[in-house]
């Protein structure tokens, strides 16, 4: 079974910084498209970067700049580094990984968030 577990959540003031983790198991990493999204209480999942095979990544405007994904292969491992946090980036913080073409495309150009793979969220407020 193909299991992803986040960490690297918590607290932190405006202006601090996080990185978070997606540790990946039970996937073969030929063919992917990754992503973070972030959700907060009574509104939609939100699309915050993606990152696909050959390395291409993509994020929203509201963190363009601050944030910057990345993935490891050799270590099974999905990161996202967050610079210059503010409260409007406090929300859960999903990873999701899928091997089907288009994924990533479908992200921000159709808003879609429709990945086979997700994890369970990790925590971030900004206070």
């Known amino acids: 079974d193909v299991q992803l577990v986040e960490s690297g959540g918590g607290s932190v003031q405006p202006g601090g910084t996080l990185t978070l983790s997606c540790r990946i198991s039970g996937y073969s990493f030929i063919r992917y498209c990754m992503a973070w999204y972030r959700q907060v209480p009574a509104r939609a999942r939100e699309a915050v970067a993606t990152?696909?095979?050959?390395?291409?990544?993509e994020y929203a405007g509201s963190v363009k700049g601050r944030f910057t994904i990345s993935r490891d292969v050799a270590e099974n491992t999905l990161t996202l580094q967050m610079n210059n946090l503010k409260p409007d980036d406090s929300a859960t913080y999903y990873c999701?990984?899928?091997?089907?073409?288009?994924?990533?495309?479908?992200?921000?150009?159709?808003?879609?968030?429709?990945?086979?793979?997700w994890g369970q969220g990790t925590q971030v407020t900004v206070s």
């Open positions: 999701a990984v899928d091997r089907r073409p288009g994924v990533c495309l479908d992200v921000f150009r159709r808003g879609s968030s429709d990945f086979t793979h």
């Open positions: 990152i696909e095979s050959l390395g291409r990544a």
